[in-house]
């Protein structure tokens, strides 16, 4: 079944920013001129993605403001002649069917996947998270469904990290089959744990059984609803999972303000109208 949906958790409080945070959700935030859950949106676009759920909570307007039209900001735009900006701002709205929905449930990061389950319904989809970008030649989301075109089953957006950095991420088993196979995965382990160096990060290509496998699951580490723990139910069960590295680019989280600004530099120097006039100001 082609892909043409996609889920971004979007309802976290963000507390490592405040008090930037207070009034602004943290996937607002701008790296260069643009807010970090509009490059996701272009990611997911560029890879033939038509109805995009984000899951929010009751402080995250913005997102929505921002992603629909703004009447009086084109008019002005209009009025003073600034087409290229206008057009612009009428695209954002236009990219993508949006569906919005209040999260409900337990504390945990499947809790948010789990509520869009009646948009979704029988269907493969995306899900990401709302802080994770890729700076890729090409869209990242795009490499992932052609592998799962080619080859169907549960996918895993992975990039290794350093041997200390294991503890912060779910951390890939890779299988002993196929080439890309995951035979299961540990949350967040102690580094002499650790199967590998291949950290899952907010990409995934999940299959509609996820719903009922986030249902049957009790809570896990910290009392939270993981996904990591329905994905290995799932894995359990039989359900093929492959690992996908990014190609010819980078993850980069904006979790937190040291991560954010190392992402900000990235994004900001892969611009050909900006690098120039900032090599002065982001020193290696």
Not at 157 to 170: A, D, F, Y
């Amino acid at each position: 079944m082609k892909i043409t949906k996609a889920v971004i958790a979007a309802a976290g409080k963000g507390t490592r920013f405040l008090p930037v945070v207070k009034a602004m959700p943290k996937e607002m935030l701008p790296v260069v001129d643009k807010p970090i859950i509009q490059y996701i949106v272009e990611e997911f676009v560029a890879a033939g993605i038509k109805d995009i759920v984000i899951v929010t909570s009751w402080d995250h307007r913005p997102i929505e403001d921002h992603f629909d039209h703004s009447f009086e900001l084109e008019t002005h735009l209009k009025k003073n002649g600034k087409e290229d900006k206008l057009k612009e701002i009428r695209d954002i709205a236009e990219m993508a069917n949006f569906i919005y929905i209040r999260q409900k449930g337990p504390y945990g990061n499947g809790t948010a996947c789990l509520s869009a389950k009646s948009v979704i319904g029988n269907e493969p989809f995306v899900y990401a998270y709302g802080d994770d970008l890729v700076l890729a030649e090409r869209s990242f989301t795009g490499s992932m469904i052609e592998a799962y075109e080619k080859r169907a089953g549960i996918y895993l957006g992975v990039q290794e990290v350093e041997p200390e950095e294991v503890v912060k991420w779910g951390i890939v088993k890779p299988g002993s089959g196929a080439e890309g196979e995951v035979a299961g995965l540990i949350e967040k382990p102690a580094v002499a744990e650790a199967p590998s160096r291949l950290a899952v990060f907010g990409r995934y290509i999940l299959p509609p059984e996820i719903f009922s496998a986030l249902s049957e699951i009790s809570l896990g580490k910290g009392n939270e609803l993981w996904l990591t723990d329905a994905i290995e139910h799932l894995i359990e069960k039989g359900t093929p999972a492959y690992y996908k590295k990014v190609e010819n680019g980078r993850w980069y989280t904006t979790g937190d303000p040291v991560a954010y600004l190392q992402a900000v530099r990235a994004f900001a120097m892969a611009r050909p109208d900006y690098r120039d006039k900032l090599r002065d100001v982001f020193v290696s």
